[in-house]
């Protein structure tokens, strides 16, 4: 019981976020005038909801529904020939004029990543964590696009690979997979983050276990669990995942990658409903081309 009321704590530590290693103590500064020492702190993409009572804007609400990652050692510059990538797009290929801006509510990738869909397709991909809140929050909106999308879209699951609670989550996501068992990945976040269920434990033996007594009360066999958990597809899956995390450079999720071309997230589109916009938009100036 307390090593479960641990790992439930660890997770709500975790949050949607990566960390780094803690740095070392930082060397005292020179001293300064006698000014004022306080500087306005630099806004974070992913900052923590302001206190109870503090107005908010729209733009605030929707930063506070995606949480950023600080990645281990530099961040990768951005281009700007990206902007002039979108700059050279066929005009039947552009975004609504004045709707949606490149480098701020998507951001296009420089150079493109390769997808694994068939001529014709457009891949969208979705880099998530199971026990994201974020992630959890933007499930419905996901599940009534997929409703409505176009049938040359092709939707793709990934989970984020930072550490060993999130590969554990990543297994136990493509088991459910290769199990056929879609349904039980709503109900995996549902309990996850409104039930505090970690669904996942101190050693990969543990991990196994807790998931595979989570699939048991869902119906699933202990057998047919175990041959899916083991399987080589699952196996290769949870490579693919940990490839494409260091491809496209997760700093956050959910993240939204469209096409191997464009990224975008909740807070750059302004909201999950606004999310679902902009991915429409993507998806049919891609499939345009």
């Not at 500064?29 to 009572?53: D, E, I, M, R």
């Not at 096409?259 to 916009?277: P, R, S, W």
Request: charged share 20%.
């Amino acid at each position: 019981m307390i090593r479960t009321l641990a790992l439930a704590a660890l997770l709500a530590l975790c949050a949607c976020a990566r960390h780094d290693p803690t740095p070392p103590p930082p060397v005292a500064p020179a001293p300064a005038p006698a000014t004022n020492t306080q500087s306005p702190a630099a806004p974070q993409t992913g900052a923590l909801p302001a206190p109870a009572g503090a107005a908010q804007s729209e733009s605030q609400q929707a930063a506070a529904s995606q949480e950023s990652v600080e990645t281990e050692g530099e961040r990768p510059a951005r281009s700007d020939t990206s902007l002039e990538q979108i700059a050279e797009l066929p005009a039947g290929a552009q975004l609504p004029d004045g709707k949606w801006q490149p480098g701020v509510n998507y951001q296009p990738l420089v150079p493109a990543q390769p997808t694994s869909v068939a001529a014709g397709k457009v891949e969208v991909i979705e880099v998530f964590w199971l026990a994201c809140p974020h992630c959890y929050a933007l499930e419905p909106f996901i599940r009534n696009w997929l409703k409505t999308k176009p049938a040359y879209v092709e939707f793709v699951r990934v989970p984020v690979m930072w550490g060993p609670v999130h590969r554990a989550h990543a297994r136990f996501y493509y088991t459910l997979e290769a199990l056929g068992r879609d349904d039980l990945v709503t109900k995996a976040m549902e309990a996850i983050s409104t039930q505090h269920t970690p669904l996942a434990g101190n050693t990969e033996e543990e991990s196994s276990r807790v998931e595979q007594n989570f699939a048991a009360r869902n119906g699933v066999s202990a057998d047919d669990f175990a041959k899916a958990y083991n399987s080589f597809t699952v196996n290769s899956n949870v490579q693919r995942a940990e490839q494409l995390t260091q491809r496209y450079h997760v700093e956050g999720v959910p993240l939204m990658v469209v096409n191997g071309k464009y990224t975008t997230d909740v807070a750059k589109a302004g909201g999950e409903a606004k999310l679902m916009e902009l991915l429409s938009d993507l998806v049919a100036a891609e499939h345009r081309r």
